[in-house]
């Protein structure tokens, strides 16, 4: 049981390109995270998704984009990445959201030059 | 994220003390908190959760006492192992906000042997 799976685990890019973050949980969970962990703060929400066929904003969304592919896969996209998007992305899963322990993957650490 | 936070930036204990971690919240609306583990490289792992309906609660080795007066969570770890290192957050959701959480910077925790 892989529980939280992401893909890549170490990427580097330039300013203004492109990349999709994937994430695919086998737990059979409702709702899915992306979070991003900076040194000094605390994990900071970018996007989630409370069911297949649903996203919503958190609280850092700006600069991102998101697919719940189906009921698996949740996928995070930079569309032109900045140097301040450099960060380490969390993928989590619940199984119906809300007040639930989240179970992560180990993350995928992405720097930008 | 502001209302999750004040950790000690480290703790180091003695292989077979017990070990204490702290977490302040200010806001009064929090009603649902969970502790995490993340070792070095790898995403947050859960420990345990408390509702605010609850003062305590224990798990294997752990317990998680909480504070609504004063607005504090507390993380005990008995018999603290080589293993327990790692960093240790805590996370709050607030009362109808659903799928958000606001997680704490952190505490480092080292175990001597």
């Known amino acids: 049981n892989a529980g939280v799976t992401q893909t890549p685990k170490f990427q580097v890019l330039k300013t203004g390109q492109s990349m999709t973050l994937q994430c695919a949980q086998d737990m059979n969970h409702n709702s899915m995270y992306w979070y991003r962990q900076d040194p000094g703060m605390g994990l900071r929400l970018i996007y989630y998704?409370?069911?297949?066929?649903?996203?919503d904003k958190g609280e850092v969304p700006n600069g991102y984009n998101v697919s719940r592919l189906n009921k698996r896969e949740f996928s995070l996209r930079l569309e032109s990445a900045a140097p301040s998007q450099t960060s380490v992305y969390f993928c989590a899963s619940s199984e119906m959201g809300g007040k639930q322990p989240q179970h992560f993957g180990d993350g995928t650490r992405l720097s930008i030059l | 994220g502001e209302s999750v936070g004040l950790h000690l930036p480290t703790l180091s204990v003695q292989e077979g003390d017990n070990s204490i971690i702290n977490c302040a919240y200010s806001?009064?609306?929090?009603?649902?908190f969970i502790w995490y583990k993340q070792e070095s490289g790898k995403g947050p792992q859960f420990i345990i959760d408390?509702?605010?309906?609850?003062d305590k609660r224990q798990g294997q080795r752990v317990t998680v006492l909480l504070n609504k007066t004063v607005k504090h969570l507390s993380l005990q770890i008995a018999a603290t192992q080589p293993g327990d290192s790692a960093v240790y957050f805590c996370?709050?959701?607030?009362?109808?906000?659903?799928?958000?959480?606001?997680f704490g910077t952190g505490t480092s925790l080292t175990v001597i042997p």
């Open positions: 408390i509702r605010s309906n609850m």
């Open positions: 806001n009064s609306a929090s009603d649902y």
């Open positions: 998704s409370a069911s297949e066929g649903t996203t």
């Open positions: 996370a709050e959701n607030w009362r109808n906000t659903g799928n958000q959480f606001y």
